[in-house]
């Protein structure tokens, strides 16, 4: 069976492509197919990019909230959530997660601190940790801190049932080793 990645946007992105090149299969998912309730892709992983709570960029936000229910079963099942940074000032922004998630939007280079083994080290083990962009922060969570910045948290995990939820504000594509193994490591699961 193939590892399968649903990347939620209105069109196909760049990071569609470098999603297959890490050797998953990547679907688009529509916010209308996202809010649809007949809806039923089969997938190990839910990528939600950079931007998806700002409406100069796209809509998806109120599917994303249409859908919180079936995203919580989703990763209940054993699915994989990677969520970015919602690039807006919204204190609700992240509502539709199935914990608490407070995020303050600041784009800013951090020096960023992950134990070495952990998935947060994994996520920007490409990228000079001194130095990494971020669109922001979370200053209070329900999760557990997997990276941070001087400031703030910016990388987050919540585990739910069999499956695990990402967090980040890092403004970068995750490496191609932590995008492979947390996309493929998911259990292929009904959405």
């Known amino acids: 069976m193939s590892c399968r990645v649903g990347f939620v946007w209105e069109t196909q992105q760049h990071f569609s492509r470098y999603i297959e090149d890490c050797g998953a299969v990547c679907e688009l998912v529509t916010p209308q197919m996202l ?40 990763v209940e099942g054993g699915g994989h959530l990677l969520v970015f940074g919602a690039a807006v000032e919204k204190p609700d ?14 784009f800013h280079p951090a020096h960023i601190r992950c134990e070495n083994d952990s998935p947060g080290a994994e996520l920007i083990e490409d990228y000079n940790a001194e130095r990494i962009e971020c669109d922001g922060t979370f200053p209070s969570h329900g999760g557990v801190c997997l990276g941070a910045s001087d400031s703030a948290d910016v990388i ?36």
């Open 35 to 74: 809010a649809a309730p007949f809806f039923r892709g089969q997938f190990n992983c839910l990528i939600i990019p950079t931007g998806f709570g700002n409406a100069k960029y796209t809509n998806l936000l109120p599917a994303l909230r249409a859908s919180s229910s079936r995203m919580r079963r989703f």
């Open 93 to 106: 922004v992240y509502d539709w997660l199935p914990f608490p998630v407070t995020y303050v939007h600041d």
């Open 156 to 191: 987050i995990e919540y585990t739910l049932g069999s499956g695990r939820i990402i967090v980040t504000s890092v403004h970068e594509y995750p490496s191609r080793v932590f995008l492979k193994e947390f996309c493929c490591e998911g259990t292929q699961t009904v959405f």
